[in-house]
Structure formats: C-alpha cells, structure tokens
C-alpha cells in the first residue's frame, strides 16, 4: 500500500468556476470560502469561484492498470503497460508511484527522464539503454495526450518512430490499388457493412485523441442501428457507479477518452470492459500475448453475447487487437481473432492507426499525402475496391476490413489547437480565463464538469506558458470549474 503523504505535499491546485453557455464569455470572479466540488449553486448569470482544491490522484492506495500494452507496427514492442506496472510494483510505503502523481507532475518527471536517457544514448552504444528510452519516449507521449497537449504527443511518439528507425513502406501493387479505388465517406461506409455484422471493432493509436473523436462520431450511428454493447480497452468498472474518474481506466484518462465515454453513457451504450485479471509475471511474451489476448476475447463474450446471443458490440482496442485470421496461420494471434473463433462470427474489423498526418512525413506512410492529394477530403474516408470491399494498406492488409484515411488537420491559429476539436468533435472554443495564466513558466489548465466528482475524468486540458500563444478550450456547452496545477 502507498503511504497517504498529503499532508507532507504542497497542494499544487487552485479552483475556478464557469458556467459555459451562460452567454457571458467570462463570468465575474469572487471568492467563495464554502465551495463544495460536487454543488454547484444557481446564481443568476454565471459566476466562478475561487477555492483551494483537494489534490486529486495522488493520494489513491489503488491502481487499476491490468497487464501489459504493446506498440504494434512491424513486430511486436513492449508499449506502456509494462512500464507503469513497473513503476507500481517497485512503489515503496514511502513513494508515490509515477502513475498516481498529479498529471502535471507526470509530465514534468516523464520530460526529465526523456532528456536525460537522450543525452545518454548518443554516447552509448547500451541496447538496453535504447530500450528503456523507447519506453520512457512512449510513455511520455501518453502522459501528454492526458494533459492536452496533442502535438506534442504525436510528436514524441514520431521522435520514437526515428529513433528505432521505424517507417511505413510502400509493397508492391500499393500503387495501383491506389489508382483504382474509389473514395467514400468513412463512417457512411462503415455503416452501411456495419448492419449485416453483429461486431464492429475499430482501432486506435493510444496517443492520437483524434481517432477517440472518429469512434465517438461512429458510435452515434451504430447506436442509431441497434448497437448495444460497447467494450473499450484497458476499462476497470467504468460506469458501475454512474461515473466516470480517474481510477475507470488507464486510456480514458485523456480528455478527449473521456468525452466519447460521457456521450457514449448518455445516448444508452452499456459500456463494459474486458481487460484479464491476470498475472504475467515470469511469463515469455508469447504466453502473455496468448494468455491476454485470449482472455479478452472470452471476457467480451461473458460480458455480451452470453447474456444475449443477438447482442451487437462496438468493440474500441489499440494496434493490433483488431486483427483477425488472415489468409494464412497467424504467427501471432489477437483478440479479433479469438473472438472469430469463439463465436463463429466474422467481426466488421477497421483500421485507422496507419493513415494520418504525422508532424513529419518520414515516419507516414508514402500512400497518405498521394491519398490526400488525389481525393481531396475534409471528413474521414475509405477507399472502395473495384472489386467487393475495400483497400487496405500496411500490416493490416488482408486481416482488417476496412482502413480509415483522416485527413490533414492543421493547427487552427484562433484556438492554437486541432482543426479537428470543432470539425469533428464539434466542440466550442472557450478562452482560458486571464487571471488563470501564469505570469512566468508554465502550468495545466483543467476542466471539468460541475456535475462530476473531484477524482473525474477532464473534458479538457491545456498547458499554458508565459510568453507563448494560449491554446482555447474545447468544450460542449455545460458549467465547468476550472483547476491549475503547476
């Protein structure tokens, strides 16, 4: 168990309150001594208040991370699971584990290790050394994307993709199949071979919050055409108590995670997770792959169609979990191919993790930008085959359905964030409030829903510099407080 050390930390939160939608783009400040997180009273006009707030996350005796993650593109690398795991099981009484600290802070030790490792590598030849900075290089990116900071996510994982040398390629007929597709409306084509299907399962590149805005627009339409049951990676009992905190899960702590998972519980998704309750110390990787990847597969069945064999399932997963039997035995077998076997269903399986915009084109693939350029497309789309199906590219060619091609979002220079945030997430800007920023160095700006505990998910985060453009929020209309760290 960790030692409750709150008493010995100093708390580094402060609290605001904003009521969005009010018509007021910044409501009036005044100090409220007798704030609870959990009321919001009703004033006439919107109002924020100001009180020290409870240090949320770090002061929990309990983790929820289950097993391990992996970074699939050509084999198969130990991802970010096993990391945090490390960090937890090596916690002394007196410790607070890495994954139980303020975001912020996260970042900042994750930012340290980074810098140091990389100053290290260049004199060092060490393998392991490579390896633990590759670790450390991913699990910065995610503690990135928790904080906001979508750019710099992507970029940190696009830095790892150089430094292990990691590319997309082009494979012969890539071209042609190119030249002879037809594009379409993504979610429109996913739809339409989505209602002979009983299982829809979509992938995502655990540090692009992009992809959760494309399954939170999907998950709108399966819903429209029966679709039930929603099963997400990494979910510990989110939803059991009608709400969604800090301790649901490791993944859907990013905000925009988080977003899908709020709108997804309110238009009636049963939302479950699935993710084994096992034990893979002393195990080879190929035993923990078999062991985990089976064990999902069996849990999704347990948690759907054991209860209602007619049951349609949006299943949401990372990498290489999507992937079903090919035309040849599997070297390595996931959770989609499982999950084929088990129920004699041929699950609708997607793709979106291989086409979209890096910050640099060297680690994209070479198809994306003659893509973008031949159709054109603002919205997500898929290209149609001229024979029945569609076009898909990369390692997942000829074990996934359908591949998604997201088009190039830039940074908008009104809010200093994605495109995509309104275009897609149809989310409204709301400026940072000024007496919020800091006056030198820099700190996390967080929203979060009135409604909601101090231990919940942010529908936002940004980080915000002296001396640097402020980023906006990006909000659905509803009343906010506001929480620094720094």
Known sequence: M?????????????IRMLKFGSGEKFPVLSDSNNFQPNSYEKYAGAKMYLNEFVMFGANRSTCSLRGLRRFFIIGLNIFLGLCLFANLASATETEVPLRKRPKFEQLKIAEMKVNELMV??????DENLANILSSKMQNLGAIQTFVGDAFNAMKTFDDWAKLVGQAEVLRT???????ESEASDAIDAIIKEAKSRQIVI??????????????????????????????????????????????SGYYSQEPMYGNFLRDAANDGWKIVGYEPKNNYSNLSWKEVLKLRESGQAKNIIAA??????????????????????????????????????????????????????????????PLYNLASRKYGKRQAFVL???????????????????????????????????????????????????????????????????????????????????????????????????????
């Open 2 to 14: 960790v030692k409750n050390n709150s008493k010995k930390m100093k708390n580094p939160f402060t």
């Open 120 to 125: 290290q590598s260049k004199t060092s030849q």
């Open 173 to 179: 007929g890539d071209l042609k199949r190119l030249d």
């Open 202 to 247: 979509l992938n995502e590149a655990h540090h692009i919050p992009l992809h959760r805005a494309f399954a939170m627009r999907l998950a709108r339409e399966l819903r429209k055409i029966g679709y039930q049951y929603l099963a997400c990676e990494t979910l510990d009992g989110a939803f059991d108590d009608g709400r969604l905190n800090q301790s």
């Open 304 to 365: 759907t169609l054991s209860r209602d064999s007619q049951a349609k399932i949006f299943i949401y997963v990372g990498y290489a979990h999507v992937l079903k039997s090919g035309n040849k035995p599997s070297e390595e077998k996931w959770m989609a191919e499982y999950l084929q076997e088990l129920t004699h269903l041929d699950p609708l399986s997607i793709d979106q993790t291989v086409f979209y915009a890096h910050t640099t084109d060297e680690v994209g693939h």
């Open 384 to 486: 149609k085959s001229k024979e029945p199906g569609y076009q898909v590219f990369s390692s997942f060619n000829g074990r996934t359905d359908i591949q998604v091609i997201h088009p190039r979002y830039s940074i908008d220079p009104m809010t200093n964030r994605y495109e995509w945030l309104s275009s897609l997430a149809q989310l409204e800007p709301v400026n940072v409030p000024p007496e919020l920023l800091p006056k030198q160095g820099r700190r996390v700006v967080y929203a979060f829903r009135t409604s909601e505990s101090i231990d919940a998910i942010p529908v936002d985060a940004v980080v915000v510099e002296s001396g640097r453009p402020t980023p906006t929020f990006m909000l659905p209309r509803g009343d906010y407080r506001f929480v620094v760290e720094e």
